[in-house]
């Protein structure tokens, strides 16, 4: 079931159009990235399912809600940037944060305490939010999104300014998020969707080119390659593999043979059976899957 469901989503601005009329659905309870360069309209879909920006054309529908409603209520926002009153203490910004989401004090006071210890801040609940770190801003940012309990979670790009052991504490967070509520977040860092993320939405000059499941996009975009070392003779055993029914190109690179294939399990029994039966010398086997970025790459080029 779709949560959100997105259908000709436009936005025009005078110089230039940043969104091309996308269509996609976000399923229920799933961990989805909007992958895509800057530049490609990530911010800017974001915003406006946010309720901060007014689409040229196009619908956005909420699951319940008629087209296009005010939904903000149901969504929890975190921007590419976000603005800390520097002032306040972790508390004290959590507090407003929570009445002006509509929760009476008693709510938002249980509320902060509850997020602090599950974002991983409650040392840091009454230290000014000045003398924080870039992880811990991030931190404090999703515990402010999610204090009134959203069904939905938006994040811009929410790991690319920080560190490696900031970004590895945000993904350990979403990680835990994503089995309370839906995520939709934006990024141009492959390896952090390919992580964390069950659903992809691909996203290149301000059109949705693929979507779908890793595994899904894989099958779509086959480039699987199994890499066979030899311990000699390496160009005599690249001819044999040439010969086999269910191999049709493989090279020499680096003193590895390898061999793309769409079957892979055929592929594999065939030089297993050829070794065996011959004795091959093969001292490493190796199977090597697309990547995110490969699957990117075929998919904006199609």
């Known amino acids: 079931m779709s949560i959100l469901s997105v259908t000709g989503l436009r ?8 969104v091309r009329g996308v269509d996609f659905s976000l399923p229920e309870g799933k961990c989805i990235a909007l992958i895509g360069p800057n530049g490609a309209g990530k911010t800017t879909i974001l915003r406006i399912l946010a309720g901060l920006l007014k689409q040229t054309d196009g619908a956005v529908t909420f699951s319940g809600k008629e087209t296009n409603a005010d939904i903000r209520k ?8 976000p603005v800390f009153p520097s002032w306040m203490t972790a508390r004290e910004f959590l507090l407003f944060s929570g009445e002006i989401a509509g929760l ?21 609940l009454d230290k000014r939010i000045s003398d924080f770190s870039g992880g811990m801003k991030q931190r404090l940012g999703i ?5 009134h309990s959203p069904q939905l979670l938006l994040l811009d790009e929410p790991v690319s300014s920080l560190d490696p052991i900031g970004r590895r504490d945000v993904l350990t967070l979403l990680e835990r998020l994503k089995k309370e509520m839906t995520i939709l977040f934006s990024t ?3 390896n952090d969707a390919e992580e964390v993320c069950d659903e992809l ?3 290149h000059d301000g059109e949705i080119n693929e979507a779908g499941s890793m595994e899904a996009l894989r099958e779509k975009y086959q480039t699987s390659v199994i890499e066979v070392e030899f311990q000699e003779n390496r160009q005599r055993y690249l001819e ?3 010969q086999l029914p269910g191999i049709t190109a493989c090279t020499l690179e680096r003193q590895i043979i390898k061999i793309p294939v769409a079957d892979i399990a055929q592929a594999r029994k065939e030089i ?19 990547s995110l970025e490969d699957l990117f790459m075929k998919a904006v080029k199609k």
């Open 11 to 18: 936005k025009e601005y005078k110089n230039m159009t940043a």
């Open 188 to 190: 141009h860092i492959l």
């Open 201 to 203: 939405l691909l996203l």
């Open 143 to 147: 515990a402010q999104a999610i204090i």
């Open 104 to 124: 009476t004090k008693e709510e938002a006071a249980r509320r902060a305490e509850d997020l602090a210890e599950q974002v991983g801040i409650t040392n840091a």
């Open 240 to 242: 044999k593999l040439k």
């Open 272 to 290: 297993f059976q050829a070794a065996a039966e011959e004795n091959w010398p093969i001292i490493g086997f190796n199977l090597n899957r697309a």
């Open 74 to 81: 149901f969504i929890g926002y975190l921007p590419q940037y």
